[in-house]
């Protein structure tokens, strides 16, 4: 039985055949999860200097996406159930936006993951979220 | 004291003004809550033909926003502080997706409020979501 | 094939059997779903005069249960998978607090359903629940 | 001025003050947060040896109170405003159930934190809980 798990190219790959549109990249991966971030530019604020609550959970959702594939391989139809985020801080309207994700379950047909959010270079998260996804049974 | 509650077309203009690049439009004002839309096309669709998560969580957001204004005036700096999405079945590739939204609580620093998610002519819900959002309180 | 659905006499002498120290009490069943109440007494009353809010989510979580059983059939194996409590308003401390729980969803392997709590007579509602349940293969 | 903060014996006072009939305990309190326990006998298992959620939902509801009063003083006042809950793994039967709050954002007047709750002694989550919490302002 061959190992599933892709390279951090071969999910990079993917990540830019199936979200041809996204503007999340895959920094890093390793055992415990995946690193992901999302420039921050005039597209992504608000007036006011915020950045918009959809890019944080677009960033997040994909970031458990990517951390689930990076675990089972790569299985394009997994779904999101739920997903709830906190938001705790106002991000920083002159860098990336960066995810750290980590699944806190890898069941046969569930996987729960936290994803924390942060200003690039900053300590403090500024977002939170925890996600479900629905693996097919399939594979 | 006058009513501090816009018209739907003072909504739209603020909406176009702040949000330049949001695709989602006005579709209804009422005493429950608001209705709002967003066209699915190539940008909204991931390969399967399967609407993107996020596409919903940024029409579930902006409706709660939007219901939150039609209560109580434009304050735009009212901030999302959570939102908890459910994805509950796959709309439908061809159609619009509409939200309505009704607020659960208005109270003076925190709204409450809930959406529910559908494929425009049809009756099940695709998503449904609960958000909060702080209201600041020089208003 | 018989149909599934227990009713609700089978229901309450069920939940007394599984739960025999609950003091949730099944008041209705519609096809909608379910309708469910907890008293409230010295041991529900944090001082102040605040109904707990474990008793809230407890109701909740037994709420869900009930209103999926009365679907599928009496599965004792259904387990809750998540459970998300907005608190809105402060209960009465004389009165029952009641439930009504509607199922947004039910497939084969998880349900999503919703509660809106309310102190008993009182039309606002104190808190909103949305839960997922897991249902097992086996029925 | 003086440090709000109440020592572990303090706190443990006022929890059994307020809480009469609790059966959470505190176990630790330190700079991140506080560790809380709950035991599990009779009343906290449910037919198939499965800890009833509730229990869960209870300790990490109290947890969370718990590590807010650790840094902002012995305020009774503060109330939940939303707890989301997701379950992760079956707890043992023999075992207390260990909670671990930490708080993520300790605002003027919301609170975030999470819970991570486990079966004592072993390594992987039970649970793992968000929630927020209110502060009122006098203080």
Redesign the interface.
């Known amino acids: 039985m061959t190992d599933p798990r892709p390279t951090q190219a071969e999910l990079d790959a993917f990540l830019k055949a199936?979200?041809p549109?996204t503007r999340c990249t895959l920094e890093a991966i390793d055992d415990d999860g995946v690193v992901m971030a999302h420039p921050i530019g005039e597209?992504e604020l608000?007036?006011?200097g915020?950045v918009s609550?959809?890019v944080m959970?677009?960033l997040a959702?994909v970031a458990l996406y990517v951390a689930i594939l990076a675990r089972v391989g790569i299985v394009?139809?997994a779904?999101?159930?739920?997903?709830?985020?906190?938001?705790?801080?106002k991000p920083r309207a002159d860098r990336r936006v960066i995810a750290r994700c980590r699944l806190?379950?890898l069941g046969k047909?569930?996987a729960?993951g936290?994803v924390w959010i942060s200003s690039e270079g900053e300590e403090e998260?500024v977002a939170?979220a925890?996600g479900?996804y629905?693996i097919p049974p399939q594979r």
């Open positions: 199936e979200f549109q597209t608000r007036p006011g915020t609550g959809p959970m677009t959702d394009p139809l779904v999101t159930t739920s997903l709830t985020v906190n938001f705790l801080r806190m379950k047909s569930l729960v936290e998260p939170h925890v479900t629905a």
